[in-house]
C-alpha cells in the first residue's frame, strides 16, 4: 500500500488498508519491550510462569489486540470521544473521593462489583484527548498568549488536584506535565514557560516541607541522602542501586540476580523492575532496553509530526509525552535519581492497569497515524 | 470561526510551531534517555565493586554456632559435667506460618496435647518474628528423622541438633559446680564478654552458679559460624560448608574433688542437713565438699517450673544454699582447737590444772559444763580430750579474746579462699577492736566483757565460721607446718592452678601444734568424746578429731537444752578430723545443722566419709589391705615316686580285680 492510498478517502477506509498503514515496527518493539518484562518475570519468580510472567504476556497480547482495534478505529470517532472521556474521568475521581477504597493509606481505587481500578488511569487518556481537541480549533495567536489559556489551565488543574488529594503525588505530576506539554506543544508563549518554570522551582520547597503528607517528605527527604536511614524509606532506593551497581558491564546472569531472587529489591516485579533487569543483564542489558524505549518514543513523536490534523499531532504527541515521563520518571527512581514514587515502567512492569492505560494510548497514536490524512472537523457543538 | 480543519488548509504557524517543539520534546527525550545511560554507566562501570561488595553482605550472612561447652572432671577424671546431644524441634513465627496448624500437623509425630499445643500457641505469638520457639526438646531419633524428612513441607518448622548439658552425677555435685541456664536479658551486658551475640543463641547457656559461672567464659569455648545464603527476610536459602569457621571447644577443668568421696558424704547425710568437707592435709586439695540435702542440677538446665522453684525455696533444710561455704555456724567445741594453741602461745603450762565440778561461776552467772557432775581436775590434754567447758573457761580469763582471735585467723577461720568460686561468707573471729568497729554507733557495748570469753573459749558467742573454715583448720592442724590453703581447681585448660601447699609456715611452734594434736588424738582413744564413733576399722590406720555441739540459741530461757523439739532450735553438730593419726593425709570437718550432737550426728558421718577417702588412697589401701602370707611350700612327695598308671593297672591285674 501507498500512501496515495491514504489520500483517497474511499480507499483509505478500506480495513486492509488501515491495517497495513499500522507501523509494525513500532508494534515489533513494543513486543520486545514486553517480552524482555516477560523474560524477567519469568526470572524473579524463580524460574516460573506463575504469578506473573505468563499473566504479563498475555494481557500484553490482549493489550496489542486492542491496540490495533483502536487504531483502526477512526480519529473522528476519537475526536468525538474525547471531551466525554475526560468528563467520565473526573467524575470517576470525584466519585473515588466519595467511596473509593483506601488501599496502601491512600484513596486511589474505585470497585465495581469485583471489578477495581483506578480512576486516575482514565483521566490520563482523557486529559490528552480533552486538550488535543480543545487546541484543534484554536488559532496560533491564543494558544501562545491570551486569557483563553484559563479553559486548557482550568481542564489540567480539576484532575491534577482531585488526584493530588487521594494522595497519588506521581500521578498528579505525570498528569500535570503530560497537559503541560500539549500546552506547550500547542505553541505557548516562551515567557510564560519560563515564568511557569521558575514559579514552579519556586514553590517546591515550601510544598516540601508545609504541604505534604508525612511519607512523602520523608520519601524526598531520603531520596536526597537514601544512607541516612538504610532500612527504613531510604531502603528501597539503597537496594536499587546495590542491584544496579552490582550487576556491571554483563550482569550475573540471568536467574542469578541475588538482589531481586531472595527479595531485597522491593517492589521487583513491578516499579524496580528495571533492577532486576540490570542486575542480571548488567549495563549491556540496560542500554539494549533503553535504546527500544527510545525508538519507541521516536517512533510514536514521528507520528505525531506525520499527522494532518492538529488533534492527531498533539494527540499523539500528548501520548508520546506520558509515555515518556513514565520511562525517565522510573528509570530516574531505579537509579537513585528520583523520589519514590510509584511510578512503573511502562510494559516491563508487571502490572495491568498501566500497560492498558499505555496500549490504549498506543492505540490512539496508530490511530492518528493510520488516519492521518483524514479530515477532522473543527467539532463546534458536536460531543459526539 | 475557523472553517473545518482540513489537512491542506493547515500548512500554517499552528503546525510550524508544533513540528519545532516536537523536534524540541524528541531532543529532551533523548537527553533523558542518555542521561540515564550515563548514570547507569556510572553505577554499572566505575561503581561496580563497591555494590558488589554491599550485594554479596546482603546475600551472605554468618550464623554463629556455640562451641562445645568445656567438661568438668574430677581429679581421677571422671565426668562430672558433660554435653550430649539434644534434638530440638523449634517453630518460627513468621509470614505465612499458620502457627496454630503447624503444631497441629507436629502432634502427628511428636506427643503435644492440647493444653501444650495452647501455651506454646501463645509463646509463638508472643515471641520475636523468625525468632524460633522450641516446642519439643530431647526428640527420640525417630521422631527427629521422622520430622526431618517432613520438613519440606512444614513451613516455619525445624528440626536440629544441639547440646544439652548433663550432670550424671545429679546432686553431689550441684553446689560445687552449679549450673547453665537461658540466658536472662539481664546477663546481656554492652561491654566485655557478655556483649558478645552468642548469648543471643537459642542454644546457648550460661553458667549460673559455681564453677560454671566463675568459669563460663573458659568452658564457653569460641563459637564457629556457618555461612549460609540469606534472603531479605534473613531466612536461610542455602548453606556453603567452605565458608563455615569451626567452633573451639571450651577448656575442660579438672577438679580436686573425688566422685566417690563426694557421693559418698551426700549419701551419709540422709534426711539431714549440712556439709562435709574433706582436704588433702598435704596438698590441700579439697576431695569433697558436699552440702546437703542437694537438687538436681539437671532440672535447671531444663528450666524449674514455678512448683519445683517453690519446692527447693521453701525447704526448711534449704537445699540450694552451699551450706560448706554460705552458711555460718558458731563452731562450738572444736574451737577448743584453737583455744588451746592460745593458751599455749600464752605461756601456761600445759599441766596446769583447773577443778572441775559441773561449771564455774562468773560475773554473777553460772557457765555449765557440758559434763552436769563435773570432769574433776583436767589439764590441756585432758580437757581437749573430754571437752571440759570448765578449763577452757578458766583459762580464757588467762588468755584474752586477741590471742585467741590471733591463732584462729592464723588456722583461716574467718578468712574468704581463693577457691576459684564465688559464695564464701567470712564470717566472724571477734577481739578487742572488732567489736569496737562492731558496735560503732553503740559506745556502751564496744569494750570487750572479760564473760564474753568464756563463751568465746568454747566456740560459741559472735564466732561464726563456715565448713570449709574448719576444714582448712583442721588442715592445718594437721599439716602442722604449712598455713595450707584450700585448692578445687586443679587445672583448667590443661594448664594446672598453684598448689595449696605454696603457703607460708604457720607462725606456731611445732610442740604446741604438736600437743594440741595429742589432745585430738585422745579424743577418738578409749574414754574420748568420739571412741565409739570414730572407729574407721581400717587396723591400724586411726583418725584423730574433735566433736562440736554448738547452741543456736541461749538456754537460759528453758525448754530442751538444743536435744530435741523443734528442728529449727536444736543444737548442731560438729566433728573436725584427720587421719592417720601417725602420718596425717586428709583432714575434714562435717556440720550436721542441728544434728544435736558431735559425737551423736556428726562424727559417724565423717569416719563413714573418711573411710571411703582413706581406701581411695593407694598409698593407704596398701597398708590397709596386707597381702596374705604364703604358704610355705614342702615338697612331702618326691616327684618320681607318683607310680604310672601302667605300674597301677599292673598292681591291680595282681590282685586278680578289674581296674
Redesign the interface.
Known sequence: MTVSALTRPGERDRLIVKLSEIDWLFVLVLCLIAGTGSLMLFSIAGSSWTPWSAAHAMRFGICVVLMIALAVMDIRVWFALAYPIYGLGVLLLIAVELVGDVRLGAQRWLSIGSFSFQPSEVIKVGIVLALARLYHGVPAQRAQLSWWLFIPAAMIAVPVLLVAHQPDLGTAMLIAMTGGAIVVLAGLSWKVIASAIFGVLAVIPPYVLFGMHEYQRQRVLTFLDPETDPSGSGYHILQSMIALGSGGLLGKGYGLGSQSQLNFLPEKQTDFIFATLAEEFGFVGCVSVLILYGAAIFMALRTSYLSHSHFGRLAAAGVTATFTLYVMINGAMVMGLAPVVGVPMPMLSYGGTVMLTVMIGFGLIQSVRVHRYSEVTSGKGSFV | ???????FE?V????G???R??IL??TF??L??TA??G???Y???F??Q???R??TS??FNFKLMPAPRGVIVDRNGAVLAANRPNFRLLVVRDKGVDAEATLKTLANYVPLDDVRQRRLLKDINSAPRRAPVSVMEDMSWEQFSAISVRAPELVGVTADMGEVRVYPHGGAFAHVIGYVAKVNREDISLTGPNADPILLHPGFRMGKQGVEKAFDLELRGRPGARKV?????GRE?RHHDEGDITPEPGAEIQLTLDVDVQNRALEVFGEESGGAVVMDCRTGDIICMTSAPSFDANRFVRGLTSAEYRGLAGFERKPMLDKCLSGLYPPGSTFKTMTALAILEAGIDPEARVSCGGGMNFGGRYFHCHKKGGHGSQNLHEAIKNSCDTYFYSMSLRVGPDRIAQAARAFGLGQIFDIGIPGQKRGIVPDRAWKKRYFAKNVDQQPWWPGENLSYAIGQGYLQVNCLQLAVMTARLANGVKALNPRLVRSVGGKELPKGSEAPDLPFLREHIDRVRAGMGAVTEAGGTAFRASQLGLGDILMAGKTGTAQVRNYDKGGSRGKGGVWHLRDHGLFVAYAPVDAPRYAMAVIVQHGMGGSTAAAPRAREIMRTTLLKDPELRARIVKPLPMPEIVPDIELDNIPNPTTIERIAAAAGGPA
Do not use: C, K, W
Not at chain 2, 1 to 7: D, K, L, V
Open positions: 470561526m475557523t472553517g473545518p480543519a482540513i489537512f493547515e500554517n504557524e499552528r503546525q510551531v508544533f513540528h517543539r516536537a520534546l524528541g527525550a533523548g533523558g534517555l540515564m545511560g548514570r547507569l554507566a553505577l554499572q562501570l561503581q561496580t563497591r555494590y558488589e554491599l550485594s546482603n546475600q545464603e540469606v534472603d531479605a527476610n536459602v
